[in-house]
């Protein structure tokens, strides 16, 4: 499946010089990953101070700031369970639905064709539509929610703190569950049919065929969806942008959404240092994820 | 056949909020706040449409009335979206044909670089790169947009195509080349024509991830340039709801053409080339 192809013979490109080849991709890494990281570095030790209207230098005050900050540990809780719930949920659903659907049956094609319609909706726009069915006054989900007596007739979804945050989460479930369906089919369809038959016959039960050799043998396909949605997920600014801009109070401000709202309060210093927070977590995560669960590109 | 049946009831209720988007797109303001909400039966109503194309009542067009210039808003994704999507392909083809092709000391470094790139949180390149357009004159401006929406997509250009390249034969381009062929004719007459499917993925690819870019398009544009998915985003208050439903509905249908075009490789888009359907 990995593009990972021995070289028997040196390429002719090896004698090449690879920088024209290069050189475009370099130079846009460099002027859009490089120098922000640093500019970030620059920014966390800076503050716009109104008094004097400039960006002075404040030392460690940022750090300090973010490590005392309620709202920051706040947020790099909705943060953590944000993505971990989320990678859960959809995992799950997602293998499930996968199992369900993989078939050569050509009513499977079109319900795949279904699914990855969801994907493409830009998440601003999921957001938007979300919003609209989960209004307190006009909303299908808190309507439904009360006719049958989950919630009492004046609570709320989104302006409920405990609640609120589940608002956010299912357009997130509902929007990428699908990836992950997509993802496994992809991963299941791949799979050599010989191992399943002999463990059939050998009279093996569905669950012990699915823990013994699907999941081993899907191994490497959940480790990159879990990658990629893992860094998409802790990244999340546009759903709780347009549900509940962080709302109610400070209950769904998830890091990425900190930092920006930080950044319009002309806190431009402090916002920087945790977008920065944000990067090196993911940075450090997501390589080490690579390594150890062996992903190959 | 039970297996059918529950596949298709989920496909129903993936598919129920894009139904219900669009069939609010049509609904009249009375049937659109209705509880129990009516799914079938309602009233077809195009006021919504005519007020975001800018039509006015006896169907003369009239940009004006179009209140928040929607129709402009469309164009300026389209313009972000295929201008960075060319580039982005300008830049990735050479690259990905490079990495899938040659074996150079810091290979593995330069992959990890673009994976790392793909991690950034975009707020993390935003707020550095408001500070650095400020001074250069890019806030507010295609350009700068086209530009980064450009490295956002690099990753995934970069290694999607190099998994394309990776499929064609090595011998038809180290044949060629022993014919005394140079290697970027070799590329340009050879190796692309070979790989136009996969370019053509990546290319829709690239504008569907432009598209639904939020943060940055939300600070880089302000005033002049506002990407689909800002100006929806605005668009949150109760009486513009019939409003918000036409306009995304009209926004995201070129998007659902687009992903059945290439249905087959958007897995592999998804997963940068690594899972293949």
Known sequence: ?297 | MIRKILAFSIALIFIFPIFFLITSSFKNNIDLFSLPPKLFLFDIDFSAYERVFGFSKLLKFDPSYSELYLTSRILDSLIVGIGSSSLTLIIGIYAGYYISRANFKYKNLLIMSILSARMMPLISIAIPLYFVYEKINLLDTYVGLILIHTFINLPLAVLLLKSFFDEVPKQIDENAFIDGASKIKILHKLIIPCAKGGIAVTFILSIIFSWTEFICALMIGQMKIKTIPIQASIMKTIPSWDMMAAFTTISIIPLFIMILMVRKHFVRGLTLGTVKE
Request: glycine share 8%; net charge neutral.
């Open chain 1, 1 to 297: 499946m990995a593009a990972q192809k021995s070289y028997s013979l040196p390429s002719f490109m090896n004698s090449d010089s690879s920088l024209p080849w290069l050189l475009p991709l370099i130079t846009m890494l460099i002027v859009f990953a490089i120098i922000p990281f640093f500019y970030n570095i620059y920014l966390s030790f800076h503050e716009f101070v109104p008094a004097k209207r400039a960006l002075l230098f404040v030392g460690w005050d940022n750090w300090i700031r973010l490590f005392t900050d309620g709202v920051f540990w706040g947020s790099l809780k909705v943060s953590l369970y944000y993505t971990f719930m989320c990678l859960l949920i959809q995992l799950v659903l997602g293998m499930g639905i996968a199992l369900l659907i993989d078939s050569d049956d050509p009513g499977f094609g079109i319900i795949r064709s279904i699914l990855t319609l969801t994907l493409v909706i830009p998440p601003a726009i999921a957001g938007m539509i979300f919003l609209i069915m989960e209004d307190a006054n006009y909303g299908l989900i808190p309507w439904l929610l009360k006719s049958v007596g989950l919630i009492g007739p004046e609570d709320t979804i989104l302006a409920d703190p405990t609640l609120a945050l589940w608002g956010v989460m299912i357009v997130d479930i509902w929007q990428w569950t699908p990836f992950m369906v997509l993802i496994l089919v992809a991963g299941l369809r791949s799979l050599p049919s010989e191992p399943f038959e002999s463990a059939v016959i050998d009279g093996a039960r569905p669950f012990q065929v699915f823990r013994r050799l699907t999941l081993p043998m899907l191994h490497k396909v959940i480790a990159v969806a879990i990658l990629i949605r893992g860094i998409d997920l802790w990244r999340m600014v546009d759903y709780v942008f347009v549900l509940t801009s962080g709302g109610p109070g400070t209950a769904t401000y998830t890091l990425s959404l900190y930092s920006w709202q930080r950044f319009t309060f002309v806190q431009w210093g402090y916002g920087a240092t945790i977008s920065l927070f944000s990067l090196i977590v993911i940075l450090i995560v997501g390589n080490a994820f690579i390594h150890f669960a062996k992903v190959k590109w």
